[in-house]
């Protein structure tokens, strides 16, 4: 079963508009992070947010994370034709060498002009 | 700036045929290395990982298998191909520090189309 799972599955916006992934997660976690993959593109990371966190901003890009009820969402304003992508929430549950990081399946946004 | 490069960029091959996928990182010493699988519109299915040459964990058994002959380099291989092996393969490190919150750096990906 997943640990870490986004909704809505898709997503589709006009230009300009504001939108937001949300992830849900069933263990407790050290971190949770965002990450972003275009067509064809290895994923990137957005945002990094430690569970003694409830808020991260990268421009743009506004994170939540709510540990009591293993939640996260992901903001995006002004959205942008480049931030057509999927977005993965992704959750660390081990600060030991291997850094386990399992995602979710991701949530597909489309962004129009 | 560590860079992280993967090849090819694509194949094409056959049912049985064997597959090499490669994967080199600069700029960082002694990375932990790992190995991602995603089908197409799929989630990240991380294969393997490594923390030092010479030593390789399997986390999914897929017929796959995995070797890190250098410091900076990180092999993914098989003698014969199977249809379910289509799909992206990713290349990522990360840092080994104990209480690292585990950021992945990403290749491009390698996406292999079994016929």
């Known amino acids: 079963s997943q640990l870490a799972e986004e909704n809505p599955w898709a997503l589709s916006v006009h230009e300009g508009e504001s939108v937001t992934v949300n992830c849900s997660y069933k263990?407790?976690?050290?971190?949770l992070q965002w990450y972003r993959q275009k067509s064809g593109e290895g994923p990137a990371q957005l945002i990094l947010i430690r569970s003694n966190e409830r808020e991260k901003r990268n421009g743009r890009l506004r994170a939540t994370l709510d540990t009591s009820s293993q939640s996260s969402s992901l903001s995006i304003t002004a959205t942008r034709c480049e931030d057509t992508a999927v977005y993965f929430c992704a959750t660390v549950y081990s600060g030991g060498s291997n850094a386990k990081l399992t995602f979710g399946k991701g949530t597909k946004l489309s962004v129009k002009s | 700036a560590q860079t992280i490069h993967q090849w090819p960029v694509a194949e094409i091959k056959a049912v049985g045929s064997p597959l090499s996928l490669g994967c080199t990182i600069k700029?960082?010493?002694?990375?932990?290395l790992y190995w991602y699988w995603q089908a197409t519109g799929g989630t990240l299915q991380q294969l393997f990982y490594s923390i030092t040459v010479g030593q390789v964990e399997s986390v999914v058994q897929l017929n796959l298998s995995a070797s890190r002959p250098k410091d900076d380099q990180f092999i993914l291989s098989t003698e014969k191909l199977l249809l379910s092996h289509s799909g992206f393969y990713l290349c990522?490190?990360?840092?080994?520090?104990?209480?690292?919150?585990?950021?992945?750096?990403f290749g491009e990906g390698s996406k292999l189309t079994v016929l």
């Open positions: 263990t407790s976690i050290t971190a």
């Open positions: 990522a490190w990360s840092l080994v520090d104990r209480g690292s919150t585990g950021q992945l750096y």
């Open positions: 700029g960082k010493s002694s990375p932990n």
